[in-house]
């Protein structure tokens, strides 16, 4: 009987099994596909990056097997969990290997020792990077984000949906957030001279993770190009406070106030002793 039924209605048989390819296909996808990329961030060698998805739906937990995939590089990652709760107004932190212990860093949701984004996972300089369920063709293609660039500076990053550049701000599933500034040695959450000192007294020493304590350019050891980074942000500190005052002549360069500041936390500390 249902053999018959089948050869009188081979249209609407048809149309059944489309129907029902349809909505397992859109069930696979209804569970991940409204979380969109949200910041962008990257330090000049690339060594140190991460990505924030962003989601308003409340059940976008399966996760396991989408991927992020960089056009310019070619690199793909691989999501390796699924997640748990509600997920409305969350947020997802994919990070390069220790990330988490930066000064200013938060854990990443994914970017474990085991499954990280891999250093240069995208190109800072211009990308589009695509989130999407195995292959990225139309129909499982969840997000986009184009840019023609990414502050490589250590403190700014890209953020969408407003495509501007402002302070990097990592923010995990969990709601723990966070802001790495790279030359803040100190951890004080800003680039002062007291980070020149923890510089100077670790010099030569290695990093571990890379990045970690004095190392701003993630070199994994000490040296001279961490100071490099530091008197550069320490630079921006003190004419970005110039500027925000309305002051643009008179200002001392930038070698004399470096010198100037480093001179009065030497001598701080000379005193302090001597007492």
């Known amino acids: 009987m249902l053999h018959g039924i089948l050869q009188r209605f081979p249209v609407a048989v048809g149309l059944v099994a489309l129907t029902c390819a349809l909505l397992v296909e859109n069930r696979a996808q209804a569970f991940f596909h409204q979380w969109r990329f949200a910041e962008f961030f990257s330090t000049a060698d690339g ?3 991460f990505i924030e998805l962003h ?5 976008e937990i399966f996760a396991t097997g989408v991927q992020i995939r960089s056009a310019s590089t070619g690199n793909v990652f691989t999501f390796d969990h699924n997640l748990s709760g509600s997920t409305a107004n969350k947020d997802l932190l994919i990070a390069t290997a220790g990330f988490g212990a930066l000064p200013g860093g938060v854990a990443p949701d994914f970017g474990t020792v085991t499954n990280p984004l891999p250093a240069n996972f995208f190109n800072p300089a211009g990308d589009t990077l ?6 990225c063709t139309l129909t499982n293609l969840f997000d986009t984000r184009t840019f023609a660039s990414v502050p490589t500076d250590g403190v700014f990053s890209r953020i969408y949906p407003s495509d501007t550049t402002a302070a990097n701000s ?6 723990a957030f966070g802001s790495v500034n790279r030359g803040d040695y100190n951890a004080n959450g800003v680039v002062d001279a007291g ?8 010099l030569t020493l290695p990093a571990s993770p890379a990045g970690s304590g004095a190392d ?8 001279a190009g961490d100071l490099t980074v530091w008197r550069s942000r320490f630079t921006n500190v003190l004419f970005g ?6 002051q643009s ?11 100037f500041s480093i001179g009065l936390v030497l001598l701080a500390q000379a005193r302090r002793r001597v007492a």
């Open 195 to 202: 980070d020149y000192v923890v510089w100077r007294k670790t």
């Open 130 to 135: 695509k989130l999407c369920q195995s292959t």
């Open 170 to 175: 990592p923010k995990n599933f969990g709601g």
């Open 47 to 49: 060594n140190v990056q």
């Open 216 to 223: 701003g350019d993630t070199s994994g050891t000490i040296d």
């Open 241 to 246: 406070a110039a500027a925000g005052a309305g």
């Open 55 to 59: 989601t308003t739906g409340l059940s």
């Open 249 to 259: 002549a008179g200002v001392p360069e930038p070698a004399t106030l470096v010198l």
